[in-house]
């Protein structure tokens, strides 16, 4: 992983002391709530419904060892125990105090980590695939060219005030893990016929209450002008994006309004202006960066050790996390292990401090110190030897982050909602918690197959209900929870919003209706391996509906 | 209110002519932007400084035929989460050559300060006295900078490669230049 140099470190001592003392100047009246509103959401701090909220980037999900314990020790001594994966691969803390802000943000920093880029209307931490630098599918790792956004986008002195807030995904992969078509700039690195790594710039995508699919408005950009460009799409949108709507500020609205085409000549021009200036990325720059990204020191393995064989024949509960929550590395004899947090019953994406110890020993000791966080509020263990793999499961069965879920009906992905948030309109944590009952039975999840269930808690679609394969959305109606159910969205390569199946349904029917859209997937189904999403692009909407909606 | 320039609290020498009001013949003066377009002509003529106020949603490109008679440039903040005029004061500076006073306008607090100055900004109408009196200590509060700008502050990326480029050349230096 990317090592912070005297540079990176200094700047973030600086921001730790500026934020000190803005804390300081609000506690003393100096700055108006209004004013201070401003100077803390720019370092993730946003009051919620009981409490301050306070969230920690986790630059394109990458943590160390080190790094995760810190946030374990900001658990325990300044929060109730756990915090929350969120699904931009960050972590929130629900219970902060004001006075005690500056002192964690203080302890975070000598760990590398701050808020900044996790509220406000600036660039927002750059994320990408949790997967990235082992995926073998991968034509080069992403990671770097995030680390360069990263810095660039940090503290920016032109888009640190723009319309809404803007957020940039990467991946490298063919499959998408990193949801780049439902985010302000998605960026695809691919080679060109020339052999030469670029980027596919996809604008507009979004969810939220106007969802929209991103469009490509650049096949193909060398890396060389990475920066020039991002930051010619920024002066565009920070220039004309609207700012008299809340609603209609985000760069899908003025890539919408615009059109596409437009959107990219105004994009154009500006690039043209500056795209040979001091933005160009050399060489010797990306290569700069790249360098002080880690390594691991991989050993020869082998790819089918004798212990895993052994452990596979000792009993099915080993062999049903192996098929599920482990996958191929690009590097022979290693593994990427997927930690679940999403346990049968629990609000998911949770973790508590002793659980974050527990995993950032368990990193140390069989995974070079490196934890990812992705976006479907899960951990990974990115450089696991397959020998090691049947000590591993019993250590993290031991701390029930080895439910063999990932991917499945039970992998819910939920906002905080009503229980935290100060937007919800309705409850998202105990609806995923009833459905991860429901489908909790590994042979019931295993014979569904893939399938996604988004939730969230409000229309600004921050569970991505959108994108989920069963997408949920909390609404009020008379003062009482109802909830809207979408199904065949999808947030990969193939990028799709779901569509509403029927009426919305109170809180008490909600898992009900989601057990009959299941079942009546299984019936509708070409083949057992048919999956839920792909039944619903052959089929369409009205058979579900049919079935769902009959006897009700 | 305060006018900072380039670091110190000074006097307006500018005379701030408000919408039809007359312009007078000689001294400093400040005029709107649609008085400024509309009579060109006549402050080409004008021998005494002459800046506009530029509002924050009309483009520079329609300001530029103009630049080379400005003294100084007015960018509007309405409030200071509008951010439009840091676009603008970077167009100034790094497409157009602006060398004239660049002067941040309206709801300007302390924390904005060091964007300001990387966006191009020299001169500051401080909202409160205390920002004001405060700005040199708030410039104080950064010494590093991930983006090149037009402010001539050294970004981190190129301080690492001179870095390395004299690491090659002289070994045993470490030292990182800011």
Aim: with cysteine; aromatic share 8%.
């Amino acid at each position: 992983m990317y090592v912070y140099d005297e540079l990176d470190r200094t700047l973030l001592a600086e921001r730790v002391r500026e934020f000190a003392d803005q804390v300081r100047r609000r506690l003393s009246g100096e700055l108006s709530e209004d004013e201070f509103k401003l100077l803390r959401l720019m370092n993730g701090v946003y009051l919620q419904l009981h409490a301050y909220m306070l969230r920690i980037a986790i630059p394109y999900g990458t943590l160390s060892s080190e790094q995760l314990r810190m946030l374990a020790h900001v658990a325990r001594r300044y929060d109730r125990d756990y915090g929350h994966f969120t699904t931009r691969q960050n972590i929130q803390f629900n219970w902060i105090k004001l006075d005690e802000l500056p002192a964690a943000m203080a302890d975070l920093a000598r760990a590398g980590l701050h808020g900044m880029q996790t509220s406000g209307n600036c660039v927002r931490n750059i994320t990408t695939d949790q997967w990235a630098g082992v995926a073998p599918d991968e034509i080069e790792d992403p990671r770097i060219y995030a680390e360069i956004l990263r810095q660039h986008s940090t503290m920016h002195p032109e888009f640190s005030f723009l319309p809404r807030k803007f957020k940039i995904a990467l991946t490298a992969s063919e499959h998408d893990r990193a949801a780049i078509k439902v985010h302000d700039i998605g960026l695809r690195l691919h080679r060109n016929g020339a052999g030469e790594t670029g980027f596919e710039v996809i604008v507009g995508g979004g969810l939220g209450r106007t969802p929209f699919i991103g469009k490509t408005i650049k096949r193909f950009l060398p890396e060389r002008d990475l920066l020039s460009y991002v930051e010619a799409i920024l002066r565009v949108y920070n220039q004309y994006g609207r700012r008299d709507n809340i609603y209609k500020a985000r760069i899908k609205i003025l890539v919408h309004e615009l059109g596409a085409e437009a959107f990219a000549a105004e994009v154009e021009a500006e690039w043209q202006a500056m795209r040979d200036g001091a933005l160009a990325l050399d060489p010797t720059a990306i290569a700069n960066i790249a360098r002080r990204f880690r390594v691991p020191a991989y050993e020869r393995q082998a790819d089918d050790p004798a212990a895993v064989a052994e452990a596979r024949a000792s009993g099915p509960a080993f062999d049903a996390w192996l098929g599920n929550s482990v996958a191929r590395h690009k590097v022979p004899g290693y593994a990427i292990v997927t930690l679940s947090l999403k346990p049968t019953g629990g609000p998911p994406g949770d973790a508590t401090a002793a659980q974050m110890d527990a995993i950032a020993d368990l990193a140390e000791r069989f995974s070079f110190a490196e934890i990812r966080v992705g976006h479907e509020q899960n951990l990974v263990l990115p450089h696991v030897a397959r020998c090691d793999l049947p000590a591993l499961w019993r250590l993290l069965d031991e701390i029930g982050v080895a439910t063999p879920n990932v991917g499945l009906a039970s992998d819910i992905i939920a906002c905080p909602g009503l229980d935290y948030c100060s937007l919800a309109n309705a409850r998202s944590i105990p609806v995923a918690q009833e459905l991860s009952r429901r489908f909790g039975d590994s042979a019931l999840s295993r014979n569904l197959g893939r399938l996604h269930i988004n939730i969230s808690g409000c229309i600004n679609a921050c569970g991505h209900h959108h994108v989920g394969h069963i997408g949920i959305l909390g609404v009020e109606k008379n003062g009482e929870e109802f909830y809207q159910i979408t199904i065949g969205g999808r947030a990969d390569e193939r990028a799709e919003l779901g569509a509403l199946i029927g009426p919305a349904v109170p809180y008490a029917e909600v898992a009900d209706v989601v057990e009959d859209v299941v079942a009546a997937y299984v019936e509708l189904r070409a083949r057992p391996d048919e999956l839920f999403v792909d039944t619903v692009s052959r089929v369409g909407v009205e058979p579900f509906r049919e079935r769902v909606y009959a006897a009700r | 209110m305060r006018l900072v320039r380039r670091g110190e609290i000074v006097e307006d020498r500018f005379l701030h002519v408000i919408d039809d009001a007359p312009v007078p013949e000689h001294g400093p003066v400040i005029v709107p932007a649609a008085r400024l377009i509309a009579d060109a002509a006549d402050f080409a003529r004008r021998e005494d400084p002459t800046g506009v106020v530029w509002p924050n949603n009309r483009k520079i490109a329609e300001l530029a035929p103009c630049l080379d008679r400005l003294a100084l440039v007015a960018l509007v903040f309405p409030s200071f989460r509008d951010g439009r005029a840091y676009s603008q004061a970077r167009q100034l500076r790094e497409n157009h050559g602006f060398r004239g006073e660049l002067r941040a306008t309206g709801q300007i607090l302390r924390d904005q300060f060091v964007f300001m100055l990387r966006a191009g900004f020299d001169a500051f109408e401080v909202s409160k006295d205390a920002d004001a009196a405060a700005f040199a200590d708030v410039l104080r509060r950064y010494s590093v900078f991930y983006q090149p700008t037009a402010d001539g502050r050294q970004s981190a990326l190129r301080a690492r490669l001179r870095a390395a480029g004299s690491e090659r050349t002289s070994a045993g230096m470490q030292d990182v230049e800011r």
